[in-house]
């Protein structure tokens, strides 16, 4: 089985990503670390020194790559990636995809203290989430088979209610 994970910055995509690939004794591939050990820069240098649309070439690179490899994993993927319609199609080839469905208020708490996502840095945070979120939530919505809310639950809940609505 292969499940993709998907949703905004701070959805929780990573923790969960793990406690997945636990249960389902696999390897968790991670699209920001992949890039990140490939290109040896870390995500906030390449949009520093190479810029955003650079950066989102690398995570369409990183799909096809890994739509080329035969083993399970679980997915966990930048929040921008299925923005690109390209990447939703890739995405929707590779997996099942399951968008964490996280509110704005979850999101600006745990990352208020946050300096590695380059999106988020500066002032009128609240209003960029908020706008980000607009924007995106359809398209995250059109790329997953399932969605998932995720405020209020433990990562090991979320991972036991994704695996029972993927199965069920
Ligand atoms: C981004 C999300 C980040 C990272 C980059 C851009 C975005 O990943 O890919 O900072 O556009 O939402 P996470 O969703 O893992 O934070």
């Keep these: 089985m292969r499940i993709i994970l998907i ?8 923790t969960v990503g793990k406690v997945l690939a636990k249960k389902l004794g696999c390897r968790l591939l991670d699209t920001d670390q992949l890039i990140e050990q490939k290109h040896g820069m870390s995500v906030q240098d390449i949009f520093r020194n190479q810029g955003e649309e650079t950066f989102r070439r690398l995570e369409t690179e990183t799909l096809k790559e890994l739509g080329q490899e035969d083993s399970d994993w679980v997915l966990s993927v930048g929040g921008g990636l299925p923005v690109r319609n390209e ?14 469905r996280v509110q704005p208020d979850t ?3 745990r990352l208020k203290d946050d300096t590695s996502r380059p999106l988020l840095q500066g002032s009128d945070v609240k209003e960029r989430v ?34 029972e609505v993927i199965n069920g």
Excluded: C, H, W
């Design 7 to 14: 949703g905004f910055m701070g959805a929780g995509k990573t």
């Design 87 to 100: 990447n939703r199609a890739l995405l929707r080839q590779m997996g099942t995809v399951v968008f964490l």
């Design 107 to 109: 999101v600006l708490f």
């Design 130 to 163: 908020s706008t980000l979120m607009n924007q995106r939530i359809p398209l995250y919505q059109e790329a997953a088979r399932v969605a998932v809310d995720v405020d209020g639950k433990t990562p090991e809940e979320i991972g036991t209610e994704i695996l």
